[in-house]
């Protein structure tokens, strides 16, 4: 990893953790309005740059962090070899802002730095491909009926492709929907 890199993702580390201390003293809503109090449990979808692809659980410690993990095995077999494509990401939410727009929809923003791990497997070769996402979304999360949830990320990441084929940055992004119970 290049030192300029390990500069940015080491500021933005900071960055959020200041967020997180500015937002953990602003008062918290009550008790009836964040729909997290009641369902902090939420299973869903996702397709995120650094954040991973597939299957995602999210657990809410309380109003102000979230955290997520995210994965999934997609295994191929053909008259040939047999491959497979597998990832599993985590990230961490830290809320900027969240507020209640109406009896059952609530909207919040967040920070959350991510890190994946992809790889692939050919059974006829002995070489696996694997590749490691790492980067800071800035996220937009909508719950509507106090049960559905779709989030929106974009921010930036890192990204190192397997043995010897080098590493780059640029923009990274993701979708999701989940359920809240």
Known sequence: MSKSIITGLMFATVFSLQVFAQTASA??????????????????????????LGVTYKYAFGELVHARLTGM?????????????????????????????????????????????????????RFNTQYIHAGVNLGFELVLASRFSVHGELGMGYYEYGYNYGYTTGISGGLGIGLLF
């Open 73 to 125: 095995a997609f295994p191929s077999k053909s008259q040939y070899s047999t491959e497979t494509f597998y990832n599993i990401g985590t990230d961490v939410h830290f809320n900027i802002f969240q507020v209640v727009t109406g009896p059952n929809t609530y909207m919040r923003s967040y920070i959350a730095p991510a890190i994946s791990y992809w790889g692939y497997s050919y059974s006829q070769s």
């Open 27 to 52: 008062q918290p809503q009550s008790e009836g309005e964040n729909p997290y109090k009641r369902r902090p449990h939420v299973v869903g979808i996702q397709a995120s740059s650094i954040g991973g």
